[in-house]
């Protein structure tokens, strides 16, 4: 769920600093994401430069900052939480990489009064604050309407020149006919059994305009050329911060974000050695086993990777993330049996965790073991309705709506039969 996340994380460019200003000091925060469930806390205590890039410094201050803005609304899993805390550092390296190529371009930026104006009025705007109450807030930590300024200053500086220096890294993005033409053919084939074979080739392929009339190539050229050249854009940019993070000279100082650099990055000799020092420890977090494993499988040592996830569901047996993950493993070796005994394991001891069951639904599902997908998604409907009629705080009717159609997707593309309807239980 969270990992798309590395995907979507192109935070260095719009990087708002001032949120935490009115809502409170920042340092606190790396308690909250510690002091969560599984915050994959090393022994070590993180250090006050988190990471050098090139010899500059990135300070556990700025990343704290960043941390607290990026911040979802609600609580991160145990494996939701390193991936965030590593892709918040990830984009404040790739902030300096950019930055310092801005210099090398030379290249300057000029921000008006008009912009420090329309984002400090959208500060008390989203605040619900007028000038007096915004100052009085700020001087709670020592700070100033005129610093407050400042530093919108400063940050739509820093943007303008992350902008333009992307702009001139990667240069023009062109999009041909020929890639206009082919999109357009996925996107709307010419009849529905074509549809269905292009959305089989291609996840981008839609068939519900079939019982629509087909838009002419003119009418939708502009949305597909915009699309398609955002696309082509995107994996520009990455192209090019991978290239200049491939010659730079990265140290990351806190151990667990150290780790987990390595085995984003296949060096998995040093993610196996760092991690196998944090599984040693007396009081570790069960998701180190998860990556040690990962890094073993990186290696190709199936075999070591199979022990550990046994060695961390028999410490941790309450522990449901690892058994996910554990049966994920063994899914991919195409042992469906003895990953299928794990999900008992989970479902056993689900009691009314609806996302338990609405994953258990979805991995029973992969699996083929549609009697078992069946029952969950019963026990997702039945709590459904119950978050729904009670207005729990934990989902709300929208997420609920959207979470009962990729359910609903999922049933109809396993085509197991409809789960029969249960009684709301208190």
């Known amino acids: 769920m969270f990992d798309t996340l590395r995907d979507n994380s192109r935070i260095i460019v719009y990087i708002v600093v001032i949120v935490f200003v009115i809502s409170g000091g920042f340092m606190g925060f790396g308690a909250y994401l510690n002091n969560q469930s599984g915050g994959g806390q090393a022994p070590n205590q993180t250090p006050n430069v988190i990471a050098e890039v090139n010899g500059m410094e990135i300070s556990q201050q700025e990343y704290y900052s960043l941390l607290q803005q990026q911040a979802p609304q609600s609580n991160l899993s145990s494996t939701q939480i390193i991936p965030f805390r590593y892709n918040v550092l990830n984009a404040l390296i790739e902030r300096k990489l950019i930055l310092a190529q801005a210099e090398v371009l030379d290249i300057n930026v000029e921000v008006s009064e008009s912009e420090i104006d329309e984002n400090y009025n959208n500060i008390l705007e989203q605040n619900e604050m007028n000038d007096e109450e915004l100052a009085e807030a700020l001087s709670e930590q020592g700070y100033t309407i005129g610093e407050l300024r400042e530093d919108i200053k400063s940050s739509l500086e820093n943007s303008k020149t992350i902008s333009q220096t ?3 890294g990667i240069g023009e993005v ?49 949305e597909l050329e915009t699309e398609i050249r955002n696309q082509k854009r995107n994996q520009a940019i990455n192209d090019w911060l991978n290239e200049l993070k491939s010659t730079a000279e990265i140290i990351i100082n806190d ?25 040693e420890e007396e009081e570790t977090d069960p998701i180190f086993y998860t990556y040690l494993a990962r890094a073993y499988k990186g290696q190709n040592n199936i075999e ?40 008992d394991e989970i479902s056993a001891a689900a009691e009314d ?17 549609q009697e078992k997908a069946q ?52």
């Open 375 to 426: 029952s969950a998604m019963a026990e997702v409907q039945r709590l459904s309705e119950n978050m729904q009629s009670q207005s729990a705080p934990e989902i709300n009717e929208e997420s609920t709506e959207a979470i009962q159609e990729e359910a609903g997707d999922m049933e109809e593309d396993i085509e197991i039969e409809a789960p029969l309807e249960t009684e709301n239980s208190n």
């Open 304 to 343: 070591q990777a199979e022990e550990v996830y046994a060695n961390a569901v028999e410490a941790f047996p309450e522990n449901n993330d690892l058994r996910f993950n554990y049966a994920q493993f063994l899914a991919d070796q195409e042992n469906n049996e003895d990953a299928i005994a794990q999900l």
């Open 255 to 279: 151990p667990v974000l150290s780790a987990y650099h390595a085995l984003e990055n296949e060096n998995y000799e040093q993610a196996v050695e760092q991690f196998s020092n944090f599984v």
């Open 353 to 369: 965790d609806f996302m338990t069951y609405y994953q258990l639904f979805m991995m029973y599902s992969r699996l083929g073991a």
């Open 174 to 222: 062109e999009v041909t006919d020929q890639e206009v033409q082919e999109l357009y053919e996925q996107r709307y084939p010419e009849n529905e059994s074509s549809a269905e074979d292009s959305a089989a080739e291609s996840e981008t392929a839609e068939t519900e305009y079939a019982e629509e009339e087909r838009p002419e190539l003119a009418e939708v050229r502009d």
């Open 166 to 168: 992307i702009d001139q």
